[in-house]
């Protein structure tokens, strides 16, 4: 069973930076799309970024394009999502996410547990 294990968020002021890490356990990832959303109080979850495991292809959401940058180890089997710049907006909960389309086109999600990051002003 795929497990994620999120850490390194936490509280800073405006400007600051964060790194936050995604341990990926229990399945081959060669072939799955690494991802980060978050979660802000009374909001829906939302995209943040995304790389493929195999290719290092990412995508990235308007509202981060330039701060966020997502990377992976492949030999640590770990997501990196390096945050600069950071604003108060950017306060939520930060989930890590790992998707796989099998050879019938089904999708498959797994999440881990999330990660608190909190800017202040």
């Known amino acids: 069973q795929v497990q994620l294990v999120e850490s390194g968020g936490g509280l800073v002021q405006a400007g600051d930076s964060l790194r936050l890490s995604c341990a990926a356990s229990?399945?081959?990832?060669?072939?799955?799309?690494m991802g980060w959303f978050r979660q802000a109080p009374g909001k829906e979850r939302e995209f943040v970024a995304t790389?493929?495991?195999?290719?290092?292809?990412?995508r990235y959401a308007d509202s981060v394009k330039g701060r966020f940058t997502i990377s992976r180890d492949t030999a640590k089997n770990t997501v990196y999502l390096e945050m600069n710049s950071l604003k108060p907006e950017d306060t939520a909960v930060y989930y890590c996410?790992?998707?796989?389309?099998?050879?019938?086109?089904?999708?498959?999600?797994?999440w881990g547990l999330g990660t608190q990051v909190t800017v202040s002003s």
């Open positions: 790389i493929s495991w195999s290719g290092g292809v990412t």
């Open positions: 229990g399945g081959t990832f060669r072939d799955y799309t």
């Open positions: 996410n790992a998707n796989f389309l099998n050879g019938l086109g089904q999708r498959f999600d797994y």
